[in-house]
């Protein structure tokens, strides 16, 4: 989502009468291990950097319940995921890997933050693996804010729903339909109190994409939600679970900005 604290984070979050929308926080004290093949996180915020030089992290943000992630290349696993939450609230966490910045928490060597009329493209590709008996959101969440800042709340966040299992929804709205990367969504406006959100929510699931994240941004700079003097911060992917969730796996990531 977007200096606040994780706490005050959370607690606009649940303000939120639909479902989340929202790229959930890091802690500001987290630490990236070094690179290595299936590590094991379970720290709440606890994170580990793949041979791809991305970041893997457990973030579970919205719950006290155990939470581990394996790291397997660059990709992860969500082996536990205890617990629960209401499906009218927000998620119990945002397990993720990423490129860029997130709560000072930087990729090692990127280039984000990096100023939006400056990027050319951002070529991004993910494989997802889900499972059944959970209720979830398969999602990528994109950071845009008017500084090139490394902590905090960003001011826009998008939101790419490749897949959603259970009564859950974005926040805010559905306002139409769009056509951008050889598919149509479903688009959803809203806020949660310190950021806007734009959601584009694929009809029927999808187990991967390849893809122009500047089509996105572009998307939202049209809408009024960013200029090209804005930044992109981070690039993220992953789950937000409600219930359960053990089993789901993004396989395989990739991003770069140019």
């Given amino acids: 989502m977007n200096a606040t604290s994780r706490k005050s984070r959370a607690l606009h979050r649940l303000a939120a009468v639909l479902v989340l929308a929202a790229g959930p926080l890091t802690a500001l004290t987290a630490t990236t291990a070094p690179a290595q093949a299936d590590a094991q996180v379970c720290d709440k915020y606890g994170s580990v950097t793949t ?16 939470q581990c992630v394996n790291q397997v290349g660059d990709g992860f696993r969500l082996t536990r995921a ?35 009329r400056t990027i050319g493209s951002v070529p991004s590709t993910i494989a997802y693996q889900y499972v059944g008996g959970a209720v979830y959101d398969a999602a990528y969440d994109i950071w845009l804010d008017p500084t090139p800042r490394k902590d905090g709340v960003n ?29 149509t969504w479903d688009v959803w406006r809203g806020g949660n109190g ?16 390849s893809f122009d994240v500047k089509d996105f941004i572009d998307g939202a700079v049209s ?3 960013a200029t090209p003097d804005w930044y992109l911060t981070s690039v993220q992917a992953g789950f937000e679970p409600w219930q359960n969730g053990a089993g789901l796996a ?8 140019g």
């Fill in 51 to 66: 041979p791809g030089r991305y970041v893997v992290q457990n973030n579970a943000w919205g719950t006290s319940a155990p």
């Fill in 82 to 116: 205890d617990g629960s939450v209401p499906t009218n609230g927000a998620p119990k966490s945002y397990p993720s890997i990423f490129a860029g910045c997130h709560y000072t928490n930087c990729s090692p060597g990127t280039n984000l933050p990096k100023q939006i």
């Fill in 155 to 183: 001011r826009t966040e998008i939101m790419i729903w490749l897949n959603r299992s259970g009564p859950v929804q974005p926040i805010g709205s559905k306002t139409g339909t769009t056509s951008v990367a050889g598919h």
């Fill in 194 to 209: 310190q950021n806007d959100v734009v959601s584009y929510v694929a009809p029927s699931a999808l187990t991967g994409l």
């Fill in 223 to 225: 809408q009024g939600l």
């Fill in 250 to 257: 993004v396989t395989k990531f990739s991003v770069s900005v």
